[in-house]
C-alpha cells in the first residue's frame, strides 16, 4: 500500500493533544475544583486549614470512602448497588452479635464475609439472569435494613469489648489507622484497576460487554465480582463505624449508598459504565466531605448542606456533559 | 406535483458531512430528472449511502447546496423530506414489524390530528398496488413480521406511493431478494419512471446497474468522481476503475490457484442447526486455505460463525475440530481451542470505547492470559512487527479513541487483536464493510500471508467479487442449508448469484421441474453450464432410469455426468447418447430483461417416447420465467 491511504485516512490534529489530553482528564479538572472549594473555604474560616480540622476530615472521609471504592468498581461495569447502606446496617449487627461469642478477628471476618456473601447474591443474579442492577440492589437494601432490625432486637449493640477501639486510633506517623486503611484501600484499588487483568476486564466489560464477551473476557464473573468487594467493603466501613462510636444501630449506614454514589459521579465515572478512574472517586470523596465541614464551620444550618451536595453533583454531571469534547451516544 | 420527465428535480452541489473524526463526504455532488433512473455507485466507505441519507434528510449536510424543483432545501429531518415528496427505501426497512401491511403503508397518516378511515385507506392501498402492477403481491392484513423482505420492500415503496413520492431512493434493494424478485422489483422501478419519478439505485451489483439506470454517478472516498453520465455510454470496466480509483485486479494480485488440500480439516461441520436461521450446513475448513462463505443477507452465515465461536448454541449436528468433538459453550472456550473471529458491527461486537487503542487491541491477549497481571510487556516486539506488516504507525497506538479512527483502521486494529493470538483458525464475517480499498488490499494481504504460513481462514462476504478474489473454496448458503462447495475458480458472480438465491423460489422451481419430469416420466434438472462444468441448481427424477444422480450444489465436469455428450453439445434438439440410451434436452433460459437464469434439462430413459422439441422448448421457457 502506498502512503496516500494513510493520508486520506481521517486523522486527529495530534499537535496540541497533549494539553489538551492533560485537561481533559476529569480528575485533573475536579482536582481543581476541590483546590477552589479548599481555597474559598480557609478563606471564609480561619479554622479550615487547622491542622486538627484537616485530620477530622480525613476522619469524616473514612466510611463514606471505602463504600465508595466498592460502588465504583460496580459503576463502572455499568451496575449500581442501592445497599450499601443497609449492608452496612446489617453487617455492623453481625459484627456486634459474633463479638458475644468470637474474638476480634474472627468477628470482624464474619462481617465481612456475610457483606461479600451479600454482594454475591446480588451479583450473581444480576449478572447471570441478566436482571436490573438498581432493581436487585433495591430489593436486597430493604431486605438488609429489615434482617439488622430482626438480628438486634431492634436496639442498639453496646455491649462490645472497648479494645476494637484500636482499630481506629492506632497512630502510624500522627495518623489514624482508620485513614491508614482507607488510604491503603485506595492504594489497592487504584493498582487493581490500572495493572491487571481483572481491572481492565471491569472496564470492558461496562464500555462495551458484547466485545468484551467475544474478546474471550470472562464477562460473568467479572461482573459479579464488584458486587461482591462492594459487599465486602461495605462491611469494612460498618467496622470501622463501629469500632468508633463503640455502638452498633440497626439504622448505622442509613443513606450511606447517596452519598457514595454522589461521590463517584462527581469524581468523573459515567453511570453507563465503562468510564471513571479511582483517583476520581477519592476527590470526589473529598469534595463531598469539604463541603459538609466547611459549611458546619460556617455555621450554615445543616439542613441547607442537602441542597449544597445535590446542586454540586447536578453541576458536576452538567459540566461534564457540556465540557466532554464528544457525546456519549 | 409531478415534474415533466426529464427536468431536473433535485440538484445537490458539494456537500460536506463529517462524522466524529471521519471526512464522510467532501464535495459530493448528485443531479436527478424527473422519470429517470439514476445510479449512485461506490466501493464501500465511499459514501453513497450518506449522500443518499444527506438528500432524504436522515442526516443533515454540513455544507453544500441541495435545490428540489428549483428551490434550496434544507431538512431537518425525514419528516420534512417526506412533505417535500421525497421518500427513501432502506437496506433495513424502516417498517412496524407489529402492525398491518395496510396501517405501515399509512403510517405517516397516524400524526395527523382526527380519525382514520381503514376502509378509504384500503381503497387507496389497492390503488396503489395495482398501480405498480402488484395487486395480489401481498395481503394488506398480513402483519409485517410475517411477509417475505421482497414483500416488505413492495411495503415500503407503497408507503412512498401513499405520501405522493416523486423522488424514491432505493438503498441496495437488492442484497437481499432472489433473481425474480429482483425482476418484480425492476418492473416496478419501470413503473415508477413511467409516472415521472426520479429514481436513485444505490447498489454495487454491476449488471443490475446495466439493466435498470439511465444515468450513473459514481463516488469515491467522499466525493463525486463522475456525475451524471449517460449508462450507455460507460462498460463494467470503466465502471470499477471509476469506483477504485484503479484496476480492481491489482487489489487481489496475489490470488494464487487452488492449493493442494491436506488430508484432515482442523474444522468440520456436520448438519448444523440452529433454527430458525441455521437448519443444515456441513463444510470442511483445511489448514492454510481461505474458505469463503457465500450467500444473501440473512441466510444464516453470520450465525453459524457465531456458532463456530460459541456465541450461539447449536440445536444439532457436530463439529469436530482436529478430529476431536468440538462444542463451544463461549468465545472464550473458542479462542482456548484455537480460534478468533472478526465480529461483523465492529461498534457493537469488537470496539471498547473507553480503552485506549492499545488496551483494544491487546483486549484478545487479556482474554486469553492465564496471570493476574497484565502481560502487555511481553508483546511489545511482537505488536511492533505486527503494525508494520498493516501498515499501522506504532503512535496510533497512543491515541485514546479508536472510533475516532476510519473503518479502515479499525478494522486493522481489530484484526491485529486476533492476529496477536495467533489463531489456528481465522473467522471473519464481513471483514471489510465500511473499509476503504487501499486497507482492503493491505487485509487481503495479511490474511493470504497468515493462511501461507498454515491457519485456517473462514471469510463470510455479502461482496461476491471480494470472495471469489479471495477464498479458495466457497461454500453456498442460502435459507440456512449450505447448498454447494465449488472451488472459486470455477465460480464467477452470476453462478453465484443464481446459487444464493432463497430456496423460496426454490420450491416454486421445484414445482416446475417436478411436473415436468412427471409428464414426460423423465428428469428435469436447473443448471448452470459453463464451458465445461455444470452447476446443479436442483434436480427432480420421475423415472429411476433416467436418474443423473444430480443434487442440489453438485458439481461435475461434463464427461462426469452420464449426459455428457448433450451437455457439450449445446443443441436446440434432443440429444441421443447411444451409450447409455438417454435423450436430453437443453434449453437456456433468460429473464425478459435478459439476464441469464440458467438451464433447464430434461432427461428421457431408454425407449421413452421423444416430444418434438421447439414447442417444448417454448413451454419451458415460458413455466420456468414464471416461477425462478
Given at each position: 500500500m502506498t502512503p496516500t491511504t494513510r493520508s486520506t485516512a481521517p486523522e486527529m490534529n495530534r499537535a496540541p493533544r497533549s494539553y489538551l489530553k492533560a485537561f481533559s482528564r476529569l480528575e485533573v479538572r475536579m482536582l481543581g475544583l476541590a483546590l477552589v472549594i479548599a481555597i474559598a473555604l480557609s478563606i471564609l474560616s480561619p479554622?479550615?486549614?487547622?491542622t486538627a480540622n484537616l485530620l477530622n476530615l480525613l476522619d469524616q472521609s473514612v466510611v463514606v470512602g471505602i463504600v465508595a471504592i466498592g460502588m465504583t468498581f460496580v459503576i463502572l461495569t455499568g451496575g449500581i448497588d442501592l445497599s450499601v447502606g443497609s449492608v452496612a446496617g446489617l453487617t455492623g449487627v453481625v459484627l456486634g452479635l459474633s463479638l458475644h461469642h468470637f474474638p476480634i478477628p474472627v468477628s470482624v471476618f464474619l462481617a465481612v464475609l456475610s457483606g461479600a456473601a451479600i454482594g454475591l447474591f446480588s451479583g450473581f443474579l444480576i449478572a447471570y439472569f441478566d436482571l436490573a442492577a438498581f432493581v436487585i440492589t433495591l430489593g436486597v437494601m430493604a431486605i438488609g435494613r429489615s434482617l439488622a432490625y430482626i438480628f438486634s432486637g431492634q436496639t442498639s449493640i453496646t455491649d462490645i469489648p472497648p479494645e476494637i477501639n484500636d482499630l481506629v486510633y492506632t497512630t502510624l506517623f500522627g495518623i489514624q489507622s482508620n485513614v491508614l486503611t482507607l488510604l491503603a484501600l485506595y492504594a489497592l484499588a487504584w493498582a487493581y484497576l490500572t495493572y491487571t487483568k481483572g481491572g481492565r476486564t471491569i472496564y470492558a466489560v461496562g464500555s462495551n460487554r458484547e466485545a468484551a464477551r467475544t474478546a474471550g473476557l470472562s464477562v460473568l464473573f467479572y461482573s459479579i465480582l464488584p458486587y461482591v468487594i462492594s459487599g465486602a467493603l461495605s462491611a469494612v466501613a460498618a467496622t470501622l463505624m463501629s469500632a468508633q462510636i463503640l455502638s452498633i444501630d440497626p439504622l448505622a449506614g442509613n443513606l450511606l449508598e447517596l452519598d457514595a454514589i454522589a461521590a463517584v459521579v462527581i469524581g468523573g465515572a459515567s453511570l453507563y459504565g465503562g468510564r471513571g478512574t479511582i483517583i476520581g472517586t477519592l476527590i470526589g470523596v473529598f469534595i463531598m466531605v469539604m463541603i459538609r465541614n466547611g459549611l458546619n464551620l460556617l455555621g450554615v444550618s445543616p439542613f441547607w448542606q442537602g441542597s449544597a451536595i445535590g446542586g454540586i453533583i447536578i453541576a458536576a454531571v452538567l459540566a461534564e456533559r457540556l465540557l466532554s469534547p464528544k457525546v456519549r451516544r | 406535483m409531478m415534474a415533466t420527465?426529464?427536468?431536473?428535480l433535485l440538484e445537490a452541489r458539494d456537500i460536506t458531512k463529517s462524522f466524529v473524526g471521519t471526512k464522510a463526504l467532501v464535495g459530493a455532488s448528485l443531479t436527478l430528472r424527473a422519470g429517470q433512473t439514476h445510479a449512485l455507485l461506490g466501493a464501500n466507505g465511499a459514501g453513497k449511502s450518506t449522500l443518499s441519507r444527506v438528500v432524504s434528510g436522515h442526516v443533515r449536510r454540513d455544507g453544500g447546496t441541495v435545490l428540489y424543483e428549483g428551490r434550496p432545501l434544507d431538512f431537518r429531518s425525514p419528516r420534512d423530506a417526506l412533505d417535500a415528496g421525497i421518500a427513501m427505501v432502506m437496506q433495513e426497512t424502516s417498517l412496524a414489524p407489529d402492525l398491518s401491511v395496510v396501517e405501515n403503508i399509512f403510517l405517516p397518516e397516524l400524526r395527523r390530528p382526527g380519525r382514520l378511515s381503514f376502509s378509504s385507506m384500503r381503497r387507496r392501498a389497492d390503488e396503489i398496488l395495482a398501480d405498480l402492477g402488484q395487486d395480489r403481491a401481498v395481503s394488506l392484513d398480513s402483519k409485517v413480521q410475517d411477509i417475505s423482505v421482497a414483500q416488505r420492500q413492495l411495503v415500503e415503496i407503497a408507503k412512498a406511493l401513499a405520501l405522493k413520492s416523486n423522488l424514491i431512493i432505493f438503498d441496495e434493494p437488492t442484497a437481499s431478494l432472489s433473481p425474480s424478485e429482483v425482476e418484480r422489483l425492476f418492473d416496478i422501478i419501470g413503473r415508477l419512471k413511467e409516472a415521472a419519478c426520479a429514481i436513485v439505485f444505490v447498489s454495487h451489483r454491476l449488471e443490475e446497474v446495466f439493466a435498470i439506470s439511465d444515468e450513473i454517478t459514481v463516488m469515491r472516498e467522499g466525493r463525486t468522481v463522475a456525475a451524471s453520465r449517460p449508462t450507455s455510454s460507460l462498460n463494467q470496466t470503466e465502471l470499477v476503475r471509476l469506483m477504485v480509483?484503479?484496476?480492481?485486479?491489482a487489489i487481489f494480485a496475489s490470488a494464487t490457484g487452488p492449493k493442494p488440500i491436506q488430508e484432515n480439516p482442523i474444522l468440520s461441520a456436520r448438519s448444523l442447526r440452529a433454527p430458525p436461521l441455521v437448519r443444515d450446513i456441513s463444510f470442511d475448513l483445511h489448514r492454510g486455505e481461505i474458505l469463503g462463505l457465500g450467500g444473501l443477507v440473512g441466510a444464516g452465515r453470520s450465525e453459524v460463525a457465531e456458532i463456530l465461536f460459541g456465541l450461539r448454541q447449536r440445536a444439532g449436528g457436530d463439529l469436530l475440530m482436529d478430529g476431536e468433538p468440538f462444542a463451544p459453550r463461549s468465545p472464550a472456550h473458542a479462542i482456548r481451542a484455537g480460534l478468533g473471529f472478526v465480529a461483523e458491527d465492529r461498534r457493537r461486537q469488537s470496539i471498547v470505547p473507553d480503552l485506549s487503542v492499545r488496551e483494544n487491541l491487546l483486549l484478545g491477549h487479556l482474554g486469553a492470559y492465564r496471570g493476574f497481571g497484565l502481560g502487555y510487556r511481553s508483546l511489545d516486539e511482537k505488536i511492533r512487527d505486527l503494525l508494520q506488516k498493516l501498515e499501522l504507525s506504532p503512535d496510533r497506538l497512543d491515541d485514546d479513541n479508536l472510533l475516532n479512527f476510519s473503518g479502515g483502521m479499525q478494522q486493522k486494529i481489530i484484526i491485529a487483536r486476533w492476529l496477536l493470538l495467533e489463531p489456528k483458525v481465522l473467522i471473519l464475517d464481513e471483514p471489510t464493510k465500511g473499509v476503504d480499498i487501499g486497507t482492503r488490499a493491505s487485509i487481503y494481504a495479511i490474511l493470504r500471508e497468515i493462511a501461507a504460513r498454515g491457519a485456517a481462514i473462514l471469510i463470510i462476504s455479502s461482496e461476491f467479487q471480494e470472495l471469489l478474489g479471495l477464498a479458495d473454496r466457497v461454500v453456498v448458503i442460502s435459507d440456512g442449508l449450505s447448498i454447494a462447495d465449488v472451488p472459486s475458480g470455477d465460480l464467477d458472480e452470476e453462478k453465484l448469484t443464481l446459487l444464493a438465491a432463497p430456496r423460496s423460489s426454490m420450491e416454486r422451481n421445484q414445482r416446475v421441474l417436478r411436473d415436468l419430469a412427471a409428464e414426460h416420466d423423465g428428469a428435469a434438472f436447473w443448471a448452470i453450464l459453463d464451458e465445461k462444468r455444470m452447476f446443479c441448481l436442483n434436480c427432480v427424477a420421475a423415472n429411476p432410469a433416467a436418474d443423473l444422480g444430480f443434487r442440489a450444489g453438485s458439481t461435475a465436469r461434463f464427461e462426469e455426468t452420464p449426459i455428457g455428450v448433450a451437455l457439450s453439445a449445446r443443441s436446440n434438439e434432443f440429444v441421443f447418447d447411444p451409450s447409455n440410451g438417454l435423450s436430453s434436452l437443453l434449453v437456456d433460459v433468460k429473464s425478459h430483461r435478459g439476464h441469464e437464469l440458467g438451464s433447464i434439462g430434461l432427461v428421457l430413459g431408454p425407449n421413452q417416447p421423444v416430444p418434438a422439441a421447439s414447442t417444448l422448448r417454448a413451454s419451458i421457457i415460458e413455466r420456468f420465467r414464471a416461477a425462478v
Open positions: 479554622y479550615f486549614l487547622r | 420527465s426529464g427536468s431536473i480509483g484503479r484496476d480492481l485486479g
